[in-house]
């Protein structure tokens, strides 16, 4: 196939955009479903409700912004279509893997963390910001994934 | 997703927990003069949401969260076997049941007074049927409403343990067993008083893996002292002892036993275990100000109060 070099690439940018944004629907959703709870009991604890359910909706930005610069990066966005080899759109796939798998997992995981720290919110409404550091705390590992996805893909020789 | 399941419910429920009544609500109450002060102070917490809701509207909003939640409906077990007996005995003396009822319940009076005066039982739910159908039998063949109340509440035990069981719900096990080793002890505890037969204990005491039926009718056959021996071998010494003390202290560590037990669940973000502690914990604030009032109305001290006291969820 003469073009399965750039058709992996594409994948990879798929995978990214598709898998952490999974995780993040997911993630925004568990704690959407906590936070819709505490909300129909006690409407004034909206606005601190509503900052942890953002958390796990990162995950999505980073699949997101990761498909954007591979496709940047292969000229299939602003330029045209890199001839790429089947070991250089294999190499593309594989680079977005870090922030396609880490996002769907730690979506998922940070929402749970997150609808924990939505029952801080409703029971001591002033230990709020914990239940944020402790969900934030989760972020950590999808930063990371998106560091390796974006360093690989930039130092992709093409 | 399923370790996720009722996340909507549980916070609803954390959010509620807040309008529960605290250790703070409580003294203040044992410190009113009286029952008057007693109601203005329960008036004004209603205000801001405390106590505002009864045992049914409580359900009602639970099954409102979690309607497919069937583990919860253990919690109502207790209240339909009541309404079981009370409905029996109302329709034998020609008294009007809806006086006898209590809600919540699994089962609505119409239907348990249509079940009895038809012997048509296949409407009950079937953890009720085959007991429905043995106590009517038993109360028209021997005229014993006692025998056959203590077959009902033994089934009632039985049934809770079942459902636990089949519904795989820990927490409901370790309530239903808690329950059923609180309900045995006393049962023990009065037929050794009262000398009944071997017979009799075999219908009134259900069981439990903690507390063996066999063993806890042989040392009730023995008398109240051989009865208490049993207890400080086994893992309820201190219920024995409290026993042996006072029927109130007793009853008291029944219920808080069972707070203890609902406290197991307060940092779940998940599950069922937060909204059936959430029932529980308002059974004992309904309890405890029930108890309150009482006292107030006789004029006890606050020393005495305070003692009857049961602990608090929150």
Redesign the interface.
Known sequence: MDNLGIVLAVIGAALAALLAGIGSA?GVG?VG??????V???PS?FSKVLILQLLPGTQGLYGLLTAIILLSRIGLIGGSAADLTTAQGLQFLVASLPIAVVGLISGIVQ??TA??G??IT??KPDHNGKGIIMAAMVETYAILALLISILIIYNIAL | ?N??KY????????????TLLGKSDIDQLVNARSKAEVDSIIASKRGSGANSDGLAEVWAMLRE?APDCKELEILLYRNDFHNLKAVLKAIISNRDPQHYYISPSNVELPVLVDAINTKEYDNLPEYMRDTAAKAYELVTRTLDGQLSDSLIDADALKAMQKSAVRYGSDFMKRYANLLTVCADIKTAYRCSILNKSAQFMETAVCGSDELEKDALIKAALGGAESLFSFLEASHYSNAGALLKESTAQYEKWCDDVLIELAETARMQ??GAEPLEAYFIAKEAEIKNLRILSVCKEFGADKETITERMRKLYV
Request: zero cysteines; charged letters at 20%; glycine letters at 14%.
């Open positions: 997911k568990i479903e906590a936070a819709a709870g505490v129909s009991v006690d604890k929402g749970k609808a924990a939505v029952g409703a029971k | 997703m370790g996720t996340a909507n419910a549980v916070g609803a429920v954390r959010a509620m927990e807040n969260y973000a998940f």
